[in-house]
């Protein structure tokens, strides 16, 4: 009997085309490199200097330096997948932002900062990768999300808005990409071992650590175990699978 199930491997995303946001640290270089071994053909933006060690470390990645909060951004990083690659078939919107403050300490200033990059860059992105996917008969778009997207954080007014306001855009997306064949999907993520809070807080290593008994399973995500979750919502396996919020938070949610 022939198995119709696709399988993981070096060619899982061979002929395919992905974007990653926020690739050069963390879950978004875990990711491109994940897609990179699979076979996909990859494009990768990032705002840090790193995302140049990147294109040496995987070799045939097309680096773009940008703001996912800009128009020009979103629209000249899907435009070099077209010209490098011939079109595009995934995109992974995993560039964010954090920000602990209670809601009475957080100013204006902080709530757009935030909101900017976690839900104004992945619309923008979602807007012009929807243009090149409708042209290719089709896509696959998942979101670095958290379990702040479905529920409150304490000291996280705009970062909790900003994920409940990414999970929303992206069943929206769901429901117009499934007539187009595209389908969007988000990872919740729960609390995951990366430099995310570095630039906000010099404890942030021991702060993360601390955050290990809220998860059932005892400990924070690694980086590559989000980034596997997030190739599994745009690869054939999951192909009947659009508009989902998924949890990957060591069972966080669960209570």
């Given at each position: 009997?022939?198995?119709t199930?696709?399988?993981?491997?070096?060619?899982?995303?061979?002929?395919?085309t992905?974007l990653?946001?926020g690739?050069?640290?963390?879950i978004g270089?875990?990711?491109?490199?994940?897609l990179h071994?699979?076979g996909?053909?990859?494009?990768?933006?990032?705002t840090?200097?790193e995302?140049?060690v990147l294109?040496?470390?995987?070799p045939?990645?097309v680096?773009?330096?940008?703001?996912v909060?800009?128009e020009e951004s979103a629209t000249?990083?899907v435009?070099?997948a077209?010209d490098?690659?011939g079109?595009l078939?995934?995109?992974?919107?995993?560039a964010g932002?954090?920000l602990?403050k209670?809601v009475?300490?957080t100013?204006?200033?902080?709530w757009?900062?935030?909101m900017?990059v976690?839900a104004?860059?992945?619309?923008?992105f979602?807007r012009?990768?929807?243009?090149?996917?409708?042209?290719r008969g089709?896509?696959?778009?998942?979101?670095?999300?958290?379990?702040?997207?479905?529920?409150?954080?304490?000291?996280?007014?705009?970062?909790s808005?900003?994920?409940?306001?990414?999970a929303?855009l992206?069943k929206v997306?769901?429901?117009?990409g499934?007539?187009?064949g595209i389908r969007a999907?988000?990872?919740?993520?729960g609390?995951?071992e990366?430099d995310f809070l570095d630039?906000?807080?010099?404890d942030?290593r021991?702060y993360?650590a601390?955050?290990?008994d809220?998860?059932?399973?005892?400990?924070?995500?690694?980086?590559?175990e989000?980034?596997?979750v997030?190739?599994?919502?745009?690869?054939p396996?999951?192909?009947?699978?659009?508009g989902?919020?998924?949890p990957?938070?060591?069972?966080f949610?669960?209570a």
């Amino acid at each position: 009997m022939i198995s119709t199930t696709p399988s993981t491997g070096a060619a899982e995303f061979a002929g395919k085309t992905a974007l990653v946001t926020g690739a050069a640290r963390g879950i978004g270089k875990e990711t491109a490199s994940l897609l990179h071994t699979r076979g996909a053909h990859v494009v990768a933006l990032d705002t840090r200097p790193e995302l140049a060690v990147l294109s040496e470390e995987l070799p045939g990645v097309v680096t773009v330096t940008g703001d996912v909060t800009a128009e020009e951004s979103a629209t000249r990083a899907v435009g070099a997948a077209v010209d490098a690659f011939g079109g595009l078939d995934i995109l992974v919107n995993n560039a964010g932002r954090t920000l602990n403050k209670p809601v009475t300490h957080t100013t204006a200033r902080d709530w757009d900062s935030v909101m900017d990059v976690n839900a104004r860059g992945a619309f923008l992105f979602a807007r012009e990768a929807f243009r090149a996917m409708e042209e290719r008969g089709g896509g696959a778009i998942v979101s670095t999300g958290s379990y702040a997207s479905t529920v409150g954080l304490p000291e996280g007014v705009a970062y909790s808005a900003s994920k409940g306001a990414l999970a929303q855009l992206t069943k929206v997306l769901a429901l117009e990409g499934g007539p187009l064949g595209i389908r969007a999907n988000l990872v919740a993520a729960g609390v995951v071992e990366t430099d995310f809070l570095d630039t906000f807080r010099p404890d942030s290593r021991a702060y993360l650590a601390s955050f290990a008994d809220v998860h059932p399973l005892g400990r924070v995500a690694q980086p590559r175990e989000i980034a596997e979750v997030l190739c599994f919502l745009v690869s054939p396996r999951s192909a009947f699978v659009t508009g989902a919020v998924l949890p990957a938070d060591g069972g966080f949610t669960a209570a």
